[in-house]
């Protein structure tokens, strides 16, 4: 039985990916750092697959381009309206 969900890298914390559930974000996954051979960062968006044996993981590198765009583009709003 393969399962697979987007999530978002939130934080790497005392060796431990700790990814959200996208888009609600409701949902947490913690996994060791060493359990991907991949190289994430925070903020990528990615997909995760558990096929009942192993994690594989696949980075979202556009998706998560745009969303790191967008979270600039309200910020630079935020700072221009505070002026």
């Known amino acids: 039985m393969s399962s697979?969900?987007?999530?978002?890298l939130d934080r790497i914390e005392?060796?431990?990916y700790v990814f959200w559930e996208s888009p609600e974000e409701m949902n947490?996954?913690?996994?060791p750092t060493t359990t991907f051979d991949v190289t994430v960062e925070e903020g990528?968006?990615?997909?995760i697959t558990f096929d009942g044996i192993k994690y594989h993981l696949e980075v979202f590198k556009e998706e998560t381009l745009e969303k790191?765009?967008?979270v600039s583009a309200l910020l630079e709003k935020l700072k221009n309206k505070s002026n």
């Open 28 to 31: 947490q996954l913690v996994l």
């Open 44 to 47: 990528d968006i990615v997909c």
């Open 14 to 16: 005392e060796g431990m």
């Open 68 to 70: 790191h765009k967008k």
């Open 4 to 8: 697979n969900k987007k999530y978002t």
